[in-house]
């Protein structure tokens, strides 16, 4: 059964810095993996899809990896803003459903 | 246009009532999705149309009912619920057909829902 972890559960961090929210997943057989973000009691917004044959994609200050073989990816967030503060979800694409983690919480301060 | 439209963003409903959620998609995706959502977890997969038909549905209680009347629109029709069915309902769209497996799927801002 595909489990997908995300850590931190939460990160608070001073304007200007670079940050890397990290996601894992337990079976390696997937589609691919696609990053959100979401404010709070809003919907989701995707920022990055990255196709199982494909090691990252960027976007912006945005910059996601993709290792299969590990289960694991990366978001980089670079030069951190205060409108960057909300929760970052990731998905992985498996059987027709995306299976998700808990979502990293992030608050940037000015 | 990545857009998907949900109305109403709010709704509150009573336990005798029937209401209806809407979902409108202009991006020619022909796969189809409703999630709910409680607070601090994440979205939970309800159903998916592929096709307008229903090809998912996660065990999901009679009392919701969903409708895909073509390939734009995605109703959810409510009776009967219970306080504890109170969440964010988001709905989402990606491409099927033979690019199912690796499409972007792409979410509504969800109408949130409340039971009285």
């Known amino acids: 059964k595909q489990e997908v972890t995300q850590i931190p559960a939460a990160l608070s961090v001073p304007e200007g810095e670079n940050l890397v929210l990290n996601c894992s997943f337990t079976?390696?057989?997937?589609?691919?993996l696609q990053w959100f973000r979401q404010d709070p009691g809003k919907g989701l917004t995707s920022l990055l899809l990255?196709?199982?044959s494909q090691r990252e994609q960027t976007s912006g200050r945005l910059n996601a990896s993709l290792d299969k073989s590990s289960g694991r990816s990366t978001l980089y967030i670079a030069a951190s803003q205060p409108g960057d503060s909300a929760t970052y979800l990731c998905?992985?694409?498996?059987?027709?459903?995306?299976?998700w983690g808990l979502g990293t919480s992030l608050a940037v301060n000015p | 246009d990545t857009e998907v439209t949900q109305t109403p963003k709010h709704l509150v409903m009573g336990m005798t009532n029937k209401k209806s959620l809407k979902c409108e998609q202009h991006?020619?995706?022909?796969?189809m999705y409703w999630y709910k959502q409680k607070a601090k977890k994440p979205p939970e997969l309800m159903f998916v149309?592929?096709?307008?038909?229903?090809?998912i549905n996660e065990s999901v209680p009679s009392r919701f009912s969903p409708e895909c009347p073509n390939s734009s629109l995605l109703n959810l029709h409510l009776h009967a619920l219970q306080p504890e069915d109170s969440a964010l309902y988001l709905c989402?769209?990606?491409?099927?057909?033979?690019?199912?497996?690796?499409?972007?799927?792409?979410f509504g801002q969800g109408t949130r829902l409340t039971v009285v």
């Open positions: 990255i196709q199982s």
């Open positions: 991006m020619g995706h022909r796969a």
């Open positions: 998905a992985v694409y498996v059987a027709r459903k995306l299976i």
């Open positions: 079976d390696s057989a997937i589609y691919n």
């Open positions: 149309y592929s096709y307008e038909k229903l090809s």
């Open positions: 989402a769209s990606s491409q099927g057909g033979l690019v199912w497996r690796s499409a972007e799927a792409f």
